[in-house]
């Protein structure tokens, strides 16, 4: 025996297509309604207004700290990268000084002697050099190769010469070589600037009691006939910045001497 459905009032809904059609979207929208309950709670915890304020202030302090450490940085290594620049001219110039001092040959003392030169410290002229040179020695500092025919033995001058750039601070240092000693005209001089914004170079020899800041060994009656002891430079350096710097220093002790200046004659007799 089949029962057909009834509802409250008693009646066959079986047999109704609307009143069927009501329960099904009364179901759907209590399902839809349970289902979608959990977002709304979800979205009860989000991020208030206040706290992305406090956020966003929070990350620019941290780019403001970032932003001035970066900086600081870029500032310390370009005033490092400055000191290392304007120190390598000063070292490589103390080590020209320095290796052509020690390797000074003896004086000529106004004679012909083979492998010597002369000795000047002063205000000297000395030929082809136009400006004039605080030092001129022959040293043997000269680099021997296969396209240079010349000995090892070389005129060297330091001088003071103003820089093309009108502008610049102080005069440029320059060591002036010669190694064709041997030409009956005007030597071909090379020139190697050294350092700029020089203020002035000065030399001093210690004959053994006292600093003679003038030497000259080319006349056979000078006093100095002889090399001196040591050989003391001071190079003061122009500029804003380098007006009360206090000077480079370099003392060069002179280990070549001659011990006579005489020539001996060997005599026979009884």
Not at 91 to 99: E, I, P
Not at 120 to 135: H, L
Not at 170 to 186: H, K, P, W
Not at 217 to 224: A, E, W
Request: hydrophobic content about 40%; charged content about 15%; aromatic content about 6%.
């Amino acid at each position: 025996m089949k029962i057909k459905p009834t509802n409250r009032g008693g009646c066959d809904t079986s047999s109704q297509p609307g009143i069927r059609s009501a329960l099904a979207a009364h179901s759907w929208r209590r399902s839809v309604a349970a289902t979608s309950a959990p977002g709304r709670r979800r979205h009860a915890f989000a991020f208030t207004l206040i706290e992305m304020v406090l956020a966003i202030g929070v990350a620019a302090i941290v780019l403001v700290i970032v932003n001035a450490v970066l900086f600081a940085s870029m500032r310390l290594r370009d005033a490092t990268a400055d000191a290392v620049d304007a120190a390598t001219p000063v070292d490589q110039t103390v080590t020209f000084l320095r290796r052509d001092l020690q390797c000074v040959v003896t004086p000529t003392n106004g004679t012909s002697k083979v492998l010597s030169g002369d000795f000047k410290v002063g205000n000297v002229t000395s030929p082809g050099v136009p400006e004039p040179a605080a030092i001129e020695m022959f040293t043997a500092t000269g680099a021997l190769s296969a396209s240079a025919p010349w000995a090892d033995i070389q005129r060297v001058t330091y001088e003071l010469r103003q820089p093309t750039d009108h502008n610049a601070a102080g005069r440029n240092l320059v060591r002036s070589v010669v190694r064709n000693l041997l030409t009956l005209t005007t030597p071909e001089v090379e020139d190697q600037i050294l350092m700029s914004g020089v203020e002035s170079i000065k030399f001093a020899c210690f004959d053994g009691s006292q600093w003679q800041d003038a030497w000259d060994t080319t006349s056979p009656t000078t006093v100095y006939t002889n090399l001196p002891l040591a050989v003391r430079v001071e190079i003061q350096m122009s500029g804003k910045g380098n007006a009360t710097a206090e000077p480079i220093q370099l003392v060069v002790p002179i280990d070549a001497q001659s011990r006579t200046n005489m020539v001996l004659t060997a005599s026979t007799g009884n």
